[in-house]
């Protein structure tokens, strides 16, 4: 499994969590698998709201910063 980067759960009712994974000088797209794949929302699935998943990455070369987001509605986060 592992671990997010960061985590928001907001306070009040109605708000989706948010979970962030962060990369350096790989993609926004990859970070955003890494959180996908690792299932990080199922630590979440007793909260009862959707979750944002944000994909960050930060290009050296660049100096750019690169985001993905993807919603995922609470009745697809596992009750496992």
């Not at 699935?45 to 750019?64: H, I, M, P």
Request: glycine share 4%; proline share 4%; aromatic share 6%.
């Amino acid at each position: 499994r592992g671990f997010a980067d960061m985590a928001f759960i907001p306070k009040h009712s109605g708000l989706p969590a948010i979970i962030v994974e962060l990369k350096w000088d790989k993609s926004a797209a990859m970070a955003l698998k890494q959180a996908a794949t690792k299932r990080y929302a199922d630590a979440l699935r007793g909260a009862n709201t959707d979750v944002l998943l944000v994909g960050v990455n930060y290009s050296q070369e660049t100096k750019q910063h690169t985001c993905k987001i993807l919603r995922i509605p609470s009745s697809d986060i596992c009750s496992c």
